[in-house]
């Protein structure tokens, strides 16, 4: 039901089903607990409906739930699980937003270390390395912007830009992700430049 009503907040962006979601992932939680074999796909949910109000509502407190849940669903997805990638990418995505608003270098140096651990658990014709790609073409987008990297201030970072140009690429060029993907893909490869002069 959860499931469900996060569903219909999604088509119809009715705030009580995303809040009634939150709380019936919660119980599902407190109903698999730890040592549970399904205790990973609550967590998950729980973070992925968190994330999604902060995202509407901007509570930092949802936010920073979200990424304590991620990693706790990471840590009971050991290498060789089949959703480790999904969960190295969620959680690192979860990072990279907390970044974009509170500019905690923690945030991004962690988000891209997952996003690449993700890329190596992925076979190289799995569609979700076209996500993982753009995921990493983020972040170091915002090295480049920032100037974390090191090598320059805001904006001068080349190296940051080359790595997201590459990324941005790989996910172009990424046949088994399909049409559409690829066309998004590339039409964020070409607004990725534009977007790091902003």
Known sequence: LAIQLSTRF??????????????????????????????SSSLNNLANQLSTRFDHRGNAEDLDQAIALAREALALRPVGHTDRSKSLANLANRLSTRFDHRGNTE???????NLCCALTVLTQHDPRRLIAHQSLAAVYLSFHRSGLNGTGGPGEDTDSLD???????????FVPGGLLFRLRA?????????????
């Open 10 to 39: 999604d088509h119809r962006g009715n705030a009580e089903d995303l809040d009634h979601a939150i709380a019936l992932a919660r119980e599902a939680l407190v109903l698999r607990p730890v040592g549970h074999t399904d205790r």
């Open 186 to 198: 590339s039409l964020s490869w070409v607004d990725g430049p534009c977007c790091s002069s902003r």
């Open 163 to 173: 790595v997201a140009m590459h990324h941005f690429k790989a996910a172009a060029n």
């Open 107 to 113: 945030d991004l140096n962690e988000s891209r270390e």
